[in-house]
């Protein structure tokens, strides 16, 4: 048996202490970033808070990353997409996102105070739906703030698959594109070059009446728009 020396238990227990304090300060830490961010996913997910008046902390902010409502308008309506408040979203908000709010924030001093989400209409109905979103954070000088994105990106045809459901410009293009198309591919139904003319001419103007009709009785039997009416609105398809 050793004998035992004070000094050296002291400094022991001062260890053993210190250590649990640094453990404890710890563990206080990572509960104030647990509450923090499960209050910044509840800011996001219900909608309007109160902010500062003051409007000087948005020049704090990275001008790259801000947005005018016209830009996101040409977006959504190009992409068939959705703008709309946060608490309609459907399903969980990335803890990557969160995180990235409380950076924000702490780096302006300030916080939000409102959230809105660019996303297909299927993000606002559908939980556990594939589609991607975007978070943003309206500013107080009417502009908006992109502060994260998740899953993957856009498909390249998804653009060509939206285009006639722009505007009903969109869609008399496109409705005339493929008349013109079964007018050239149909087989040749006369020899005379007059009656051909008229031949191709006649498909081609049945074929773009018809699809144009069609795709207005298709949007009336399911409450559809163009993109340029709905991506800001959460009551039409």
């Not at 509450?35 to 808070?49: F, H, M, P, V, W």
């Not at 709309?84 to 969980?92: H, T, V």
């Not at 001419?201 to 559809?224: D, E, P, R």
Request: glycine share 4%; charged share 25%; with cysteine.
């Amino acid at each position: 048996m050793n004998d035992i020396n004070l000094l050296e238990e002291m400094a022991n227990a001062q260890t053993e202490f210190e250590q649990s304090v640094l453990i404890t300060e710890v563990k206080s830490l990572l509960e104030k970033d647990s509450t923090a961010e499960r209050l910044i996913a509840n800011r996001i997910l219900t909608g309007k808070q109160k902010t500062s008046n003051q409007f000087g902390w948005t020049k704090k902010l990275d001008a790259s990353r801000k947005y005018n409502v016209e830009t996101i308008e040409k977006i959504c309506t190009r992409f068939r997409l959705r703008f709309l408040e946060s608490d309609l979203f459907k399903g969980d908000i990335p803890s990557e996102a969160i995180r990235e709010v409380k950076r924000i924030e702490a780096s302006i001093g300030t916080k939000f105070s409102t959230f809105k989400i660019i996303a297909p209409q299927e993000r606002f109905n559908l939980k556990d739906s594939t589609k991607d979103p975007i978070l943003m954070a309206e500013l107080p000088n009417g502009q908006f703030y992109y502060i994260f994105q998740w899953g993957d990106d856009m498909k390249w045809y998804q653009e060509i698959l939206k285009y006639p459901f722009r505007h009903i410009g969109a869609l008399a293009a496109s409705s005339s594109a493929i008349g013109l198309m079964v007018a050239i591919l149909v087989p040749s139904q006369f020899e005379v070059v007059h009656s051909e003319f008229f031949f191709r001419f006649f498909m081609f103007s049945m074929t773009t009446c018809l699809i144009m009709t069609l795709s207005v009785i298709t949007a009336i039997m399911y409450s559809k728009d163009f993109s340029e009416n709905v991506w800001n609105s959460k009551f039409i398809k």
